[in-house]
């Protein structure tokens, strides 16, 4: 499915929502996929969505994984510099927390292609960079 | 040996602005071919349907209320993509 029609990124919290079959998340997947957009899921936001869901869970998140409506963002070599151009400009430094890395991945993935990001939590989005265009979860 | 064939000809009817667009497109080098443009959007929506039988299978249709509010975001964001395109 092509990324035209662009989308969201979508941070740890967006994940594991969908992983524990949130239906605020699941629907904006859904909606997605109706009209053709996309959800993009950045590597960095993994480790923190696995460690925030049930074992049981984790079949349901990797399949959004292989949904035709979601891209996955790896994390290069090249990436890695660029996240670490994200973490050293971070707005708020003492913000940062034990996802920072994971929300700098969002916040790279946001700015490379000009999208808003899916998120359950703001504050941290908004220590990297307060100007992110956020949709927030219910 | 003779190849197995993957394509099949038939003939399509589209309204004359939808037909005459893509033949500019084609017309203009941006599409390979029309017939290239109609498979495209063909695969398109088998896949986008094809995904949303997927997911209601597996977790069901979200509930009225959630899905209100995702379409209610894609609308918004569509506006948004339409006003800075």
Redesign the interface.
């Given at each position: 499915m092509t990324a035209a029609f662009g989308g969201w990124v979508l941070d740890h919290h967006a994940v594991a929502a969908w992983a524990r079959v949130q239906p605020y998340a699941q629907a904006l997947v859904w909606s997605a996929m109706e009209v053709g957009m996309t959800v993009v899921v950045p590597a960095a936001v993994l480790p923190l969505a696995y460690a925030d869901t049930r074992e049981q869970d984790h079949d349901v998140l990797r399949e959004l994984l292989e949904l035709p409506v979601t891209l996955f963002d790896p994390l290069t070599a090249a990436e890695a510099r660029e996240l670490g151009r994200v973490l050293a400009t971070a707005a708020d430094p003492a913000a940062l927390k034990l996802d920072a890395l994971s929300l700098a991945h969002v916040v790279h993935a946001a700015h490379r292609r000009g999208w808003a990001v899916l998120t359950g939590n703001a504050t941290g989005l908004r220590a990297l960079d307060p100007s992110l265009d956020l949709d927030e979860l219910p | 040996m003779a190849r197995e064939r993957t394509t099949k000809k038939i003939t399509i009817t589209l309204p004359i602005e939808d037909a005459e667009a893509v033949e500019r497109l084609a017309e203009a080098g941006e599409v390979e071919s029309v017939s290239r443009y109609v498979t495209e959007a063909v695969a398109?929506r088998r896949?986008?349907e094809?995904?949303?039988a997927?997911?209601e299978r597996?977790?069901g249709?979200?509930?009225a209320?959630?899905?209100e509010?995702?379409?209610n975001?894609?609308a918004r964001?569509?506006d948004q993509?339409d006003r800075t395109a």
């Open positions: - | 398109f896949a986008r094809d995904g949303l997927v997911l597996r977790f249709k979200p509930p209320e959630a899905l509010w995702a379409r975001l894609v964001r569509i993509r």
